[in-house]
Structures are given as structure tokens and as C-alpha cells.
């Protein structure tokens, strides 16, 4: 008898740690590497509809990125993501990107976000965390380029390459055309 409650208490306590053990988070990390996720933020209204264009683009040009648009609840939780480098591309108005690049307004006083540029459309920036391979960043800003036709607004390649913050990966691409 004794031993038959003292297996149900060990059975009880190991519930909480085997639940862990098929937590979905695990799974999510490797969604986000097989996936190149467009992320932008929900209060960047006019990010949501060209994420979905610019992820249509991308999978034409380059289907092995299986692009995805991604979004945070607001801006805040966007800054927190890109900070902790959870997210390497995104697309944001130019202000936002500004913002989180040189902790400026609502992020004042927090620390620096250096995200670099891949390609500008209009008032939106398509950026990538710094350290992302040269290479990957390339064949990225290759497929945009193979995609300005369903692209509204995209800016000409000769004003992007002009982008002091502009990724080394896409800055090769840009100006091998």
C-alpha cells in the first residue's frame, strides 16, 4: 500500500516535467530556421499587406526561402525580438527602423538595434539583423530584384545602393545587376 502511494506522489511530481518535455517552443525555433520570416508589427499598419506581397515575390524568385510574413503585437515587442536577434529580417516603415537603430523615442534611453538594409519600397525598409551570412543576404536581395515588377513602389536599385546602412550581402547583389 505504501509503495503503491509513493509511486502515484513520483508519478505526480514527473507530470510537470514531462509536460515541459513536449513544449512546442522547440519546434518553433526550428520553424523560424527553415522559414525566412518577413516579420513586421501590427501598428506598422502599411508593413502587413506589402509583407505579404514581398513574401509572394520571394517565393517565386527563391522558393527554398519558403518565406513567411510573421508579426508581433506592437512595436515594443517587435524592438524585443529584433534586439534579442529571435527574427533576422523584417520589413518596417523607415521612422520605426530609425527608431530602433538609434534608441530614439519610445525607445530612448534602451539599447541600439543595428539592422541593415536590403532593399527600400517606398516608405518601408526591408532590413536584416547584421550578422546574417553575406551570401544568404545576397541571394535574398537577388530574388527582390528579379521581383521589382510585382513590387509597387520599390525604389530604383541606384538610390538603394546609395544606403549607408545597406547589408554587404545586398550591396553585392545590387551591384552585380
Given at each position: 500500500?505504501?509503495?503503491?502511494?509513493?509511486?502515484?506522489?513520483?508519478?505526480?511530481?514527473?507530470?510537470?516535467?514531462?509536460?515541459?518535455?513536449?513544449?512546442?517552443?522547440?519546434?518553433?525555433?526550428?520553424?523560424?530556421?527553415?522559414?525566412?520570416?518577413?516579420?513586421?508589427?501590427?501598428?506598422?499598419?502599411?508593413?502587413?499587406?506589402?509583407?505579404?506581397?514581398?513574401?509572394?515575390?520571394?517565393?517565386?524568385?527563391?522558393?527554398?526561402?519558403?518565406?513567411?510574413?510573421?508579426?508581433?503585437i506592437n512595436l515594443e515587442r517587435a524592438y524585443n525580438?529584433?534586439?534579442?536577434?529571435?527574427?533576422?529580417?523584417?520589413?518596417?516603415?523607415?521612422?520605426?527602423?530609425?527608431?530602433?537603430?538609434?534608441?530614439?523615442?519610445?525607445?530612448?534611453?534602451?539599447?541600439?538595434?543595428?539592422?541593415?538594409?536590403?532593399?527600400?519600397?517606398?516608405?518601408?525598409?526591408?532590413?536584416?539583423?547584421p550578422d546574417f551570412p553575406e551570401d544568404l543576404v545576397?541571394?535574398?536581395?537577388?530574388?527582390?530584384?528579379?521581383?521589382?515588377?510585382?513590387?509597387?513602389?520599390?525604389?530604383?536599385?541606384?538610390?538603394?545602393?546609395?544606403?549607408?546602412?545597406?547589408?554587404?550581402?545586398?550591396?553585392?547583389?545590387?551591384?552585380?545587376?
Amino acid at each position: 500500500m505504501l509503495s503503491r502511494r509513493l509511486l502515484i506522489l513520483i508519478l505526480l511530481a514527473l507530470c510537470p516535467v514531462l509536460a515541459l518535455a513536449h513544449s512546442p517552443w522547440g519546434q518553433y525555433q526550428v520553424y523560424r530556421q527553415k522559414h525566412l520570416l518577413v516579420f513586421r508589427s501590427r501598428d506598422d499598419l502599411q508593413s502587413y499587406p506589402y509583407s505579404k506581397k514581398l513574401v509572394e515575390a520571394l517565393n517565386r524568385s527563391v522558393p527554398e526561402s519558403k518565406a513567411r510574413p510573421a508579426r508581433a503585437i506592437n512595436l515594443e515587442r517587435a524592438y524585443n525580438l529584433l534586439r534579442t536577434n529571435q527574427f533576422q529580417f523584417a520589413l518596417l516603415s523607415k521612422t520605426n527602423v530609425e527608431m530602433m537603430r538609434n534608441a530614439s523615442d519610445q525607445f530612448q534611453g534602451k539599447n541600439k538595434v543595428d539592422l541593415k538594409t536590403i532593399y527600400e519600397f517606398g516608405d518601408l525598409e526591408f532590413v536584416v539583423q547584421p550578422d546574417f551570412p553575406e551570401d544568404l543576404v545576397a541571394v535574398v536581395a537577388h530574388g527582390v530584384l528579379e521581383s521589382l515588377e510585382s513590387l509597387p513602389e520599390a525604389k530604383p536599385t541606384e538610390e538603394v545602393i546609395a544606403n549607408n546602412m545597406l547589408h554587404a550581402g545586398a550591396r553585392k547583389a545590387l551591384t552585380a545587376n
